[in-house]
Structure formats: structure tokens, C-alpha cells
């Protein structure tokens, strides 16, 4: 018995890692997630059954049980680098030169040319092909190690994929935040209330320094392996020692890892040209941020030669691009209150071109950063739009300012309702704590009749305005008393639009019990979060019941959502709201569908999606959605697997390059068609 389910046991854990390899690092997905999924609960269960057998490189090891309460800062088996950087290919030749000159008998010599991709780098160690610790960069010398957040990341292998691994390997490479998933974050956060990531390297440098690695694994980081090291004086079993970089680029693949596909190998200083001038532009194309291009010379023996300064490897070279950052004015500061009663202000500038798109503001975070930043009225500011996606203050240039400037201090009071702000300890963000604030009822309400929460068609901000303004509507639950005739008396409202509107708050009380409970707006709730936590309490009242260590014990669930709800649930003026929501005939518990249709009968199903443009009335994170739930796939470039582009209004590179494959390409109208709404 004992031999049959460890063989068992091996067989799912050799199936799960084949699925996951082909999925995350191949990008050819060769099982269905249910299928995944229930394999996946299979070895769960055994393994809980009999934890003997569990392994280090088991896919259930991947994300630890129990926070960590601390990193140690451990020494790298070999220093890790920081690159020189060159801006410019005038500059590449004067690097290219300096080494030249310390081997005269080479004049030239052929070099890899990389993406520089924009994350965080680790160093991660392979015994006897396990993943045995992993460590961020730190000084090059010493790295905090992050070994359990790193085994959350699908892309690095927990065995190397050969029967015969070198009994030693070090392998460096970048984790970072793909761009849909940084989106993603961010718009979970916005809807919290909660401050917003400036950047996908920011945010994936905090991620990776989480304490609890299932907040690790909710994020998805990614992971590209640049660097393959085997001791010279180690076991090789399969593999030889790499003569070159594009050798241990090739072994890496060989090995599990995930490289990225666009690098080249260049023979002069004019390929290195060519390969750094192609991706100025078509970089912004890709799904992961990249701010340069890594030249390293091919021949490792000629890299020996060439050893080392005290900071940097002569033999390669970071190939950086122009950062987009531009200069302009403030002329005011405006605070913005958010439906948990956050207090964010917002720089007013003066309108400049960045990043292909006009800012006129820019975001200052919270009172911290500005106190950083000493801004003041009337200050001469540098703005960086974040990753392509978020306009922020990056620093002052305090010699410009003019005499009569005035430092900024955040209000005392709410600009909404005038009551006392106040600012938790612990936290970085001020708040308004006035459950009645107009702004934290209109942020309720909008977030309610969001698409992904009740998706009430014609709630939107404008009306909401006047409902909180004429005393209509002072919670959700008021909404369902709105009638007609109440309705009718606004301004520009007609009994058809009115009847419209009352209609569809009543069709949102068909919603599933896991939308209700991410319509609440409880702090750190996304929709994630709360399908999970639909599925583990079918019930409002289950999920109240249910102790605090409960909610937490949930996969996906770490300390601080629990917490949040454990103390939303217990607070009166909530459960009063839950309560009228009951007796408004909202869906707080379960139900069970009457069919269930399979991925296959889906729509979209197996079809693959790129979005480009703007679209005239969904949002692109709008229309991913409907594509996922309808069983497609949304990837961020355009590539020969690619079923459809989906453009809208000044479409760019992405068009031009489907129109050159022969993609299909589809309109807003032509989608909804396709999913049977138009």
C-alpha cells in the first residue's frame, strides 16, 4: 500500500510540473485549470494524509503555510554585479573601446545583446538539481534571503527538468511584475482605497519582500534566467560547462527555465545599434516593462580575461534608454477622498506631452511623500509616467523655486463633511473616518454598480452625485427603495431612463453571493479574494461565524484580509447594512447553478486576444474580463497564435504588426457580437 500511493503521489507530482512548465514557461497550455486544479487537491490530499512523502519540490510547496517573521541577509557563493551603464550607442563604442584596449589582440568580438528587463534580480541555487535558496541582489555581496517567496513563482522550476542536473548550479535572472497583472493590482487597490503602486519594479521588489508568501502567490510574478553558472570543479551529469553566453542561454532553457526570446547574438558594433534602435520602440509592446538593452560578450574564456572592476564586469554593459521624464509647473494641489475615506492628493500641472499622452496631474501618494518631496505651490516638478500607466511626482527641483511659494500641508478636516482627519498608526495613508461623508457614500455606491461587483447598467457617477446631493440614497441598501416617480425629479431624467435605471437595480439582486461581498468594499477585497471566500462560507452569516484564524487558514487568504473582514463583519453600522441587504432580497448565500457549462461550451473558448487602443464605452481591463469569462486568453503582443485583435481609436504598433500576420481584427461592437450582447 505504502509503495502504491508514493508512487502515486510521484505521478501527479510529474504530471502537475509538466503542466505548470508547459503553461508558465512555454506558454502552451496543455491542460485544462479544472483539470490542474482537481490533480492538484488529489496530491494535496494524499500528502496531508501522509506527510512523509511530501518533498521540497512538491507543487503544493510552493506557497508556505505560515508567514515568515524575518529575512536573513546572507552572503552570495558568488558576488552579484551591478552593470555599468551606457546611454547611447556613442557611448556602447567608448565602452566598447576601453575594452579593446586591454586585449589588443582582439579587435572584435561577438556579444548578446538581451532585453534589460525592469524588475528585481535574485540569485537562486540548485543542488543536485533542487532549489535549495534564493536570494535577492542586496549589496552584490550579501542578499536577504527570499527563498519561500521565490517558490511562488510558477516560471522557476523547484527540480531542474533534466534526469542528470550538475550537482551545483547558480542561476541569476530578474523577477518582475508582468504588466496586466500590475494593472490588475493596482485597480484591486484603487477599488480598497488602498495607495497605489508607482511602478512594476517597485511593486515586485515590495512583493518579493512579503512575509507571507501567499500574498506572493496572489500577485503572479514572473521570472526571465539570464545567467547559468556551474562550478568548474562540479559534477556536470548531462550538461558540459557553457563555452559561451548563448551556450548557458540554451542549457537554461534545457533546464526548466523560462529566457526571454528576444536576444540576439550580434557580431559588430552596428547589430548592437540595430537591436537597441529596434526595441526604442517596440518594446512598448511588450507585456513586461524593459528600460534597456544587457550587451554581454559571447566568449566566456575572453570574459575571464577581462575579469572585473571593483563595481562592475568589463565584459558587459547596460545599454539604457532615455528616461521619460519631463519638467513642469504646479500650479495647485487638490485632495481627493476615496470610498474607505482615504485622503489621496493629486498634483494640478501644467499640461505637458509624456509618454505619447498629455498629464495634467499627477499623483503625490499620501502626506509622507510629500514631506519627502517638500513640495511647495508654484514648485518646478519632474513627473515620470510610472510604468507606462500612472503619472507621479518624481522629485523637486527646489533651485527653481519662486520666492513666494507655499509648502503644501494636507488638510485637517475633510473637504467633504468638515469632519477631523485622522491618520492610523502604522499606516501611511490620512483618512476620513464620517461613515455619512458624501464621498465615501458616492464611492460605495460607484463601486456597487461596478461591472465586476453587482454591474448595475446606469448607476453611474453623475446620477450618483445627485442621489447623495438630494439625500435619495445615504447607502446601498437605499438604492433598492429608489422608485420612479423619485427618479423623475432630476434633472435631465426621463421616465424611460427612470425606469431603466430602477430596473436594472432590481435585476442586481440575481447577483452571485461572492459579487455581493466584493460590492461591500471591505478593505483588501478584490474579486479574487472574494470568489474564494464565497466558496469556502456560502454564507454571509458562515462567513461572520467563522473564527478569524479561519478566514486566514483560506489559501489565498494572508493575516491582513482576515483581519479586515473578521473586524468589518463585527462592526454594528455594517451588519445593519448587511441585514437591509437581506431584506432587500440580495444573494448573501450560494446557490447552486442548474447547468454548468464546460470551458469548451465557452463562447471564446480557445481563442487568443490582444487589446490595443481605446475602446469607445469598455475599459481595457472591462473588456479582458469579458473575454476571460467567456473563455478566451488576453496576452499583451501580437504573434502568429494570436485568434483576434481587438482595436479601438489611435491603435498602434499592435495593428501594424497584425495587419502584417493577417490577424482579424475586431471592433468593441463586433465583440459584444461574438459573446451574443449586441
Known amino acids: 500500500m505504502g509503495d502504491a500511493v508514493a508512487q502515486q503521489i510521484q505521478q501527479l507530482r510529474e504530471q502537475l510540473q509538466q503542466a505548470s512548465y508547459a503553461y508558465y514557461v512555454l506558454d502552451q497550455p496543455r491542460m485544462e485549470d479544472e483539470v490542474y486544479d482537481r490533480l492538484y487537491r488529489q496530491l494535496q490530499d494524499l500528502e496531508t494524509r501522509h506527510p512523509e512523502l511530501v518533498t521540497p519540490d512538491s507543487p503544493t510547496q510552493r506557497v508556505g503555510e ?20 551606457a546611454f547611447g550607442i556613442e557611448e556602447y563604442r567608448a565602452w566598447q573601446e576601453k575594452w579593446q584596449r586591454l586585449v589588443p589582440d582582439v579587435s572584435e568580438a561577438a556579444a548578446v545583446a538581451e532585453l534589460k528587463i525592469d524588475g528585481s534580480a535574485i540569485a537562486l541555487t540548485y543542488e543536485n538539481g533542487l532549489l535549495t535558496r534564493g536570494l535577492t541582489r542586496g549589496d552584490g555581496v550579501t542578499g536577504e534571503e527570499i527563498t519561500q517567496n521565490l ?114 547574438v550580434c557580431q559588430t558594433a552596428d547589430d548592437v545599434a540595430a537591436f537597441y534602435d529596434r526595441w526604442s520602440t517596440e518594446r512598448h509592446d511588450l507585456p513586461y516593462l524593459t528600460d534597456g538593452v544587457v550587451v554581454k560578450l559571447n566568449d566566456f574564456a575572453l570574459q575571464r580575461q577581462l575579469g572585473f572592476t571593483q563595481k ?4 558587459a554593459i547596460a545599454l539604457k534608454y532615455p528616461a521619460e521624464e519631463v519638467p513642469t509647473l504646479v500650479k495647485a494641489v487638490s485632495v481627493q477622498v476615496g470610498r474607505t475615506g482615504a485622503v489621496t492628493p493629486v498634483a494640478e500641472l501644467d499640461a505637458v506631452q509624456l509618454a505619447g499622452t498629455t498629464v495634467s496631474r499627477a499623483t503625490l501618494h499620501n502626506s509622507d511623500r510629500i514631506q519627502e518631496l517638500d513640495l511647495h505651490i508654484g514648485d518646478t516638478v519632474v513627473v515620470r509616467k510610472a510604468g507606462e500607466i500612472i503619472p507621479e511626482v518624481v522629485r523637486v527641483l527646489s533651485d527653481l523655486r519662486p520666492a513666494d511659494a507655499k509648502p503644501f500641508r494636507l488638510p485637517t478636516h475633510c473637504p467633504e463633511c468638515g469632519e477631523v482627519l485622522v491618520k492610523p498608526e502604522g499606516e501611511a495613508v490620512t483618512r476620513c473616518i464620517n461613515a455619512s461623508c458624501p464621498a465615501i457614500v458616492r464611492g460605495a455606491l460607484i463601486h456597487w454598480a461596478r461591472r465586476d461587483a453587482l454591474d448595475i447598467n446606469g448607476v453611474g457617477s453623475k446620477w450618483v452625485e445627485q442621489w447623495v446631493e438630494q439625500g435619495l440614497v445615504k447607502s446601498v441598501a437605499d438604492l433598492y427603495d429608489l422608485t420612479v416617480e423619485q427618479l423623475m425629479t432630476l434633472d435631465r431624467m426621463g421616465e424611460k431612463l427612470a425606469m431603466k435605471i430602477v430596473a436594472a437595480i432590481a435585476a442586481s439582486k440575481q447577483q452571485s453571493w461572492s459579487r455581493v461581498l466584493y460590492g461591500l468594499g471591505i478593505r483588501h477585497v ?7 471566500l464565497a466558496q ?12 478569524i484564524e479561519d478566514v486566514e487558514a483560506v489559501y489565498g487568504i494572508g493575516p491582513e484580509i482576515a483581519q479586515s473582514v473578521y473586524e468589518w463583519l463585527r462592526n454594528p453600522a455594517n451588519w445593519q447594512l448587511v441585514e437591509q441587504l437581506k431584506a432587500a432580497g440580495l444573494q448573501l448565500e450560494s446557490t447552486e447553478p442548474t447547468t454548468q457549462a464546460t470551458s469548451e461550451d465557452l463562447p471564446l473558448s480557445g481563442n487568443t486576444f490582444v487589446l490595443t487602443g481605446t475602446l469607445p464605452s469598455l475599459s481595457r481591463h472591462e473588456a479582458k474580463a469579458l473575454i ?3 473563455g478566451g486568453k488576453v496576452t499583451g503582443s501580437v504573434s502568429a497564435k494570436t485568434s483576434y485583435l481587438l482595436a479601438g ?12 500576420l493577417g490577424i482579424p481584427q475586431l471592433s468593441e461592437a463586433d465583440l459584444l457580437k461574438l459573446l451574443g450582447q449586441k
Do not use: M
Open 66 to 85: 505560515r508567514p515568515a517573521s524575518q529575512f536573513n541577509s546572507v552572503p552570495h557563493n558568488i558576488p552579484l554585479y551591478s552593470l555599468e551603464n
Open 151 to 264: 517558490k511562488t513563482i510558477r516560471s522557476i522550476p523547484l527540480r531542474l527538468q533534466i534526469d542528470k542536473p550538475p550537482a551545483r548550479v547558480e542561476v541569476r535572472g530578474e523577477a518582475f511584475l508582468p504588466l496586466n497583472e500590475f494593472e490588475r493590482i493596482n485597480q484591486q487597490r484603487e477599488a480598497n482605497d488602498e495607495a497605489l503602486f508607482a511602478n512594476p519594479r517597485n511593486a515586485a521588489a515590495g512583493t518579493l519582500r512579503q512575509l507571507d508568501s501567499r500574498i506572493v502567490a496572489d500577485r503572479r510574478l514572473d521570472f526571465f534566467a539570464y545567467t547559468l553558472i556551474i562550478p568548474e570543479n562540479a559534477e556536470t551529469g548531462e550538461l558540459s560547462l557553457p563555452a559561451t553566453q548563448w551556450d548557458s542561454l540554451e542549457d537554461l532553457q534545457t533546464l526548466g527555465f523560462k529566457v526571454n526570446p528576444n536576444c540576439t
Open 312 to 315: 562592475f564586469p568589463r565584459w
Open 526 to 532: 478584490g474579486t479574487v479574494n472574494a470568489q474564494v
Open 536 to 547: 469556502e462560507f456560502p454564507s454571509v452569516d458562515a462567513l461572520k461565524a467563522a473564527k
Open 628 to 630: 476571460e469569462q467567456a
Open 649 to 660: 481609436a489611435e491603435a498602434g504598433s499592435k495593428l501594424t504588426k497584425a495587419e502584417k
